[in-house]
C-alpha cells in the first residue's frame, strides 16, 4: 500500500527539501508501519547513524569513479545522504530553517578564520 504523498496546501509553496523534512516529521509522529522512515526511526540513533555513514561512503565513492558532465551518480548518492540526514534531524525536530539559520549565521566567515579564532 502507497502512503499518502500529496501536498497538503501548508506545502505547497515550500522546497522539496522542506517538504521532504515535514513528511519525515510526520512519519517521526505517526510512525506508520509500511514506511522506510519509521523502519529506520525505530532503530535509533545507531541505525539511522550507520546509514548515514554508508550513503556518505556511496558518495566518495561516486565522487572517485564518475566525473563531470556526467554527474548523476553522484547526485543519485548525494541525496541518499541527505535523505537519512534529513531523517536523523527529523527524528530529533530539527527543520530545514534551523539549518538555514546556522549556515546564515556562518555566512562570510572565512572556515580559516573561524578554525584560527577558535584557538585564542
Ligand atoms: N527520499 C527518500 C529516499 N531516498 C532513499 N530512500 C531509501 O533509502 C534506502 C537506501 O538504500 P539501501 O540500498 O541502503 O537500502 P536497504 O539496503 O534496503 O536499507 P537497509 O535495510 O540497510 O536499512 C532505499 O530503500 C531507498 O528507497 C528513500 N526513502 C524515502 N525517501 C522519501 O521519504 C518519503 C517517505 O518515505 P517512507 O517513509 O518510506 O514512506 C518518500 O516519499 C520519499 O520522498
Redesign the pocket.
Known amino acids: 500500500m502507497n502512503?499518502p504523498?500529496q501536498l497538503s496546501p501548508d506545502d505547497e509553496g515550500q522546497d522539496v527539501l522542506d517538504r521532504?523534512m515535514r513528511?519525515?516529521q510526520t512519519?517521526v509522529q505517526t510512525l506508520?508501519p509500511?514506511?522506510?522512515?519509521?523502519?529506520?526511526v525505530q532503530g535509533g540513533v545507531e541505525?539511522m547513524g550507520a546509514?548515514i555513514t554508508?550513503?556518505a561512503a556511496e558518495v566518495v565513492d561516486a565522487a572517485r569513479t564518475s566525473s563531470p558532465p556526467d554527474n548523476q551518480h553522484l547526485i543519485y548518492e548525494a541525496?541518499?545522504v541527505l535523505?537519512?540526514l534529513w531523517v536523523l534531524l527529523g527524528s530529533r525536530g530539527i527543520s530545514v530553517d534551523d539549518l538555514r539559520q546556522e549556515l546564515k549565521r556562518r555566512e562570510g566567515t572565512s572556515g580559516l578564520e573561524e578554525k584560527a579564532q577558535r584557538g585564542s
Do not use: A, F, G, M
Open positions: 502512503l504523498n521532504l513528511q519525515i512519519r506508520p509500511n514506511s522506510y522512515t519509521t523502519k529506520l541505525k546509514k554508508e550513503e541525496c541518499d535523505y537519512h
